[in-house]
């Protein structure tokens, strides 16, 4: 019982237990490796569970540049109906 408490302690002071890591391919080169090196050097007991996540196409600009705006093509506003000349 003594046992289990103790393990109960240890997981919520966060002393084991898995971290689930989803990264890009920039913070693979870049910031992992010694992130992962420190982070199992202070907790050598916490499994670390690695996701590559891709990076979704670029969407095309908004507005394309075919388009205009209406307002650039219709001239000046003109006045509601029934409201001078």
């Known amino acids: 019982m003594e046992r289990a408490a103790q393990a109960a302690r240890e997981a919520a002071d966060g002393r084991f237990g898995t971290v689930r890591i989803g990264y890009n391919f920039s913070a693979w080169q870049e910031v992992l490796p010694n992130v992962l090196v420190a982070m199992h050097e202070r907790y050598p007991h916490i499994v670390v569970e690695l996701s590559e996540l891709r990076s979704a196409p670029s969407s ?16 000046p506003p003109r006045p509601a109906c029934g409201t001078g000349r």
């Open 60 to 75: 095309p600009p908004w507005p394309p540049a075919s388009w205009t705006s209406p307002s650039a093509t219709a001239g």
